[in-house]
């Protein structure tokens, strides 16, 4: 898959909320209707006042990819992450993906690909260990984006329903 030449990815500020919360709703519908057992759909202003929170709080990076038109087409949210040294495990530093999401019709055009790409910079320069994340066992889609990218499967967290 080629990567889309008119597509830019930077930092998102303040300024981007709007763009932010629209995908982000975008996302939460996909999730709601993917596992709505885990995941409510939530109204658009509870969402933006979320990511005001996100994009003010300086343990999270968000990145914005826009079209030639600077249209927002997808986001990488990132979370510094850092897991103190234990007995029985290392302390290790990572940025975790929150989120990952590219609107519907600029999918298997490479902006994932472009938003990994510059949330591994951001972590190589922080000197993070790696970008981690979490992915539903129902979205396989996902799945099979992520292994494309290059993610590799750590450890899987399995779940028993008490009832």
Known sequence: MATNPSVT???AGTADLAAVSALMDQQNH???????HIVKRVEAPDTENWC???LSDPAHK???AESGSDEAVGLLMLHDKRYEKSVPLHGVELA??????VVAKARRTGVAR???????????E????ALSLNVWGANHL????????????VYHRMALPAD
Do not use: M, N, W
């Not at 996909?30 to 709505?36: D, M, Q, T």
């Not at 975790?96 to 999401?101: A, G, K, Q, R």
């Not at 922080?126 to 260990?129: D, E, P, S, T, V």
């Not at 996902?142 to 499967?153: D, H």
């Open 142 to 153: 996902a799945v099979e984006a992520y292994k494309a990218l290059g993610f590799e499967t």
């Open 96 to 101: 975790f993906v929150d989120e990952l999401f």
């Open 9 to 11: 990815v930077r930092l």
């Open 52 to 54: 005001a929170g996100i």
């Open 126 to 129: 922080q000197g993070f260990a």
């Open 30 to 36: 996909y999730h709601a209707e993917l596992v709505p």
């Open 114 to 124: 472009k938003l990994v790409e510059k949330g591994r910079c951001y972590a190589k």
């Open 62 to 64: 968000i990145f914005l």
